[in-house]
C-alpha cells in the first residue's frame, strides 16, 4: 500500500469516527433512545480509533521513511562522492561560483583564496581582484575534455611564457646538414630551432540559470564548469581547423599554417595512406595519427565494403594501420605526428559576471590566454581527393553601412591543397539575410562579382563562393556583414 493510499484511509476513517461521535452526542441526550444503540455505536467508535491508530502509525513510519530517503538523496546530490576532499572542494567551488555570480565581492574573495588564488595585490598581471583560483583554473583549462579529441593526440599545458625546441631532441646549428630529414632541417634553418607561445584572448560565457545558482552545489558547479570546458574545447578545435584566415590565429590551424604539404589520392583512404607513407620517409610515420571526420570515414568504408559486413565492423585504426581521430571540424583529413602540436594557456586567466534579471539568468564569462602551435610543419601532411575550396573571408571597404562596397579577399580563399586554384573557375553569388534564410540576390551593383555595393537600408549580407574544376563545384560562405543604413 502506498503512502498515497494510506492518506486517504486515514481521512475515510477520520470521517466515519466523527461522524459516530456526533451520533452519540445527540443520541444520549434523547432518553428515547435505547441505552444498547447508544452502547453498540461507542463501541464501533471505539473500533474505528483503534484501527486508526494502528494505519496511523503505519502511515508515520512509511512517511518517516520517505522522508529520509529524500533527505539522503539531497544531501547525496549537494556534496557526497565519498571522498572527503573532493566534496571540500565542490563546496568551496560552489560558494565561490555563487559568491561571484550573486556579486558578493567579500564572500568570493575569501572562496577563492580558500581554494588556493593569488592574494591581491601580488605580481598577478594586475588582475588580483578578478584571478580565477589557481586550483579551478588548473581543472577547467589542463584537464582532458572528452569533447575536443585533439587532446588526447597533442600537448596540452599552462605555463608563462613558454618556449620549447622544435625537435625533440637536442641539436646543434652546425649538425641541421645531418638532420635525414631536409624539409625539417630546412624549415628550422628558416624559422628558428624553437617556439614561442604567444598571449591569445578567448572569452568564454556560462550560463547560469537562477534555480541552478539557488540549487545544489554539485548542480552549480557542474553547470558552471561543464560549460566553460565545453566552449574552451569548441575554441580550441575551431582554431585547429580554421579555414578563415584572420592573420591573428593563422598559425594555429593545420589548414593555415605555412609548410604543411598536401597529399593528393584517387579517394580519401588512397589520400591518406599516400599522406603517410610520405611521412614514414620523413622519420615521423612511427607515431603518427589520422585527424579525420567521421562522415568522411564512413563514406569511404561504405564505398570499401562493398557489402562486407567485416570490414564495417572493424575499428579506424584496422583498416588504416595508424590511429584515428573523429573530429567534426577537420573538413580534410590531417595526417602527422602530433606530438609537434601544443596547447597552451597562459597562467593569469580572469573573470567576470553579468545577469539579466528578466530572464533570470547569470553568466559567469571566463577569459583565458592561450596559444596553439604547430611546431613543425613538416611533421605534418593533408589529405584531399581533389582540390576544393574550403575557407573564404569578405570585409568592408570603406565602412559598413549602406552603399559602400563589400568585397571577398582574394588572399582569403583557402584551397584543400594549399594552392591558388589555378585550375578551375572561381564564381560569386551575394545574399541577404531575410527572417533566418538567406536569400540570392539577383540584382545589384556587382551582385555576381566579388564586390557588391549595398543597397539602401541596414541589412545582413555574405557571399557564396564556387569553385568549379574537372572534378566538380564546391562552395564555401563567407562571413556574415550587417551594414547599418546611412
Known amino acids: 500500500m502506498t503512502l498515497f493510499e494510506l492518506k486517504e484511509k486515514l481521512t475515510t476513517l477520520n470521517a466515519a469516527i466523527a461522524a459516530d461521535a456526533d451520533w452519540i452526542a445527540e443520541k444520549a441526550a434523547d432518553p428515547s433512545v435505547p441505552m444498547e444503540d447508544i452502547k453498540t455505536k461507542t463501541a464501533h467508535r471505539d473500533d474505528l480509533v483503534t484501527r486508526r491508530d494502528l494505519l496511523q502509525k503505519q502511515h508515520d513510519e512509511m512517511e518517516d521513511q520517505q522522508k529520509k530517503a529524500l533527505d539522503d538523496q539531497r544531501k547525496k546530490s549537494e556534496v ?79 605555463v608563462t611564457g613558454l618556449e620549447e625546441p622544435k625537435l625533440l631532441f637536442g641539436i646543434e646549428d652546425e649538425d ?32 547560469v540559470k537562477d534555480t541552478v545558482l539557488h540549487g545544489t552545489p554539485t548542480n552549480l558547479v557542474t553547470t558552471v564548469e561543464n560549460a566553460l570546458r565545453s566552449g574552451l574545447a569548441r575554441k580550441e578545435k575551431i582554431r585547429a581547423f580554421s579555414t578563415t584566415p584572420d592573420s591573428t590565429h593563422d598559425h594555429m590551424s593545420f589548414y593555415l599554417k605555412t609548410g604543411i604539404t598536401p597529399i593528393p589520392g584517387d579517394d580519401i ?10 611521412l614514414a620517409d620523413h622519420g615521423y610515420g612511427e607515431n603518427a595519427s589520422v585527424v579525420m571526420r567521421r562522415s568522411d570515414y564512413n563514406a569511404a568504408i561504405k564505398i570499401l565494403a562493398n557489402n562486407n559486413a567485416a570490414l564495417w565492423g572493424a575499428k579506424p585504426e584496422d583498416v588504416i594501420g595508424y590511429p584515428v581521430t573523429f573530429i567534426d571540424k577537420a573538413v580534410v583529413p590531417v595526417v602527422g605526428d602530433f606530438r609537434y602540436s601544443r596547447q597552451n594557456y597562459d597562467i593569469g586567466t580572469i573573470y567576470e559576471t553579468d545577469k539579466d534579471g528578466k530572464k533570470g539568468e547569470y553568466y559567469f ?64 553569388l551575394w545574399q541577404k539575410l531575410n527572417g533566418d534564410d538567406w536569400t540570392d540576390l539577383a540584382t545589384g551593383t556587382g551582385y555576381n562579382t566579388k564586390t557588391y555595393t549595398t543597397a539602401a537600408g541596414a541589412a545582413t549580407y555574405r557571399c557564396k563562393v564556387t569553385y568549379v574544376d574537372d572534378d566538380g563545384p564546391s562552395i564555401v560562405y563567407t562571413n556574415a556583414l550587417t551594414v547599418a543604413a546611412e
Not at 588564488?117 to 598577478?124: G, K, L, R, T, W
Request: proline content about 3%; hydrophobic content about 40%; charged content about 20%.
Open 365 to 428: 564569462i571566463l577569459t583565458a590566454w592561450g596559444d596553439h602551435q604547430i611546431k613543425l610543419a613538416s611533421a605534418f601532411r593533408t589529405a584531399y581527393i581533389r582540390v576544393m575550396l574550403i575557407g573564404a573571408v569578405a570585409s568592408a571597404v570603406t565602412t559598413l553601412v549602406a552603399g559602400n562596397d563589400l568585397t571577398v579577399v582574394d588572399a582569403s580563399l583557402v584551397f584543400n591543397d594549399g594552392g591558388a586554384g589555378t585550375d578551375g573557375t572561381i564564381t560569386y
Open 80 to 158: 557526497n562522492t565519498g571522498d572527503p576532499d573532493k566534496d571540500s572542494t565542490i563546496k568551496a567551488k560552489a560558494a565561490f561560483y555563487k559568491a561571484a555570480l550573486m556579486g558578493d565581492t567579500e564572500a568570493a574573495q575569501k572562496a577563492y583564496e580558500g581554494l588556493g588564488a593569488i592574494p591581491a595585490a601580488s605580481a598577478d598581471l594586475g588582475s588580483g581582484d578578478n584571478l580565477l583560483p589557481t586550483v579551478m583554473e588548473s581543472t577547467l583549462i589542463t584537464e582532458p575534455f572528452d569533447d575536443n579529441p585533439l587532446r588526447t593526440i597533442e600537448q596540452v599545458s599552462q
Open 269 to 278: 583512404i588512397d589520400a591518406i595512406l599516400k599522406a603517410l607513407g610520405d
Open 176 to 207: 641541421l646538414a645531418d638532420i635525414t630529414d631536409k624539409e625539417t632541417a630546412k624549415e628550422i634553418e628558416m624559422t628558428g630551432g624553437t617556439v614561442s607561445y604567444g598571449r591569445f584572448k578567448t572569452k568564454i560565457v556560462a550560463t
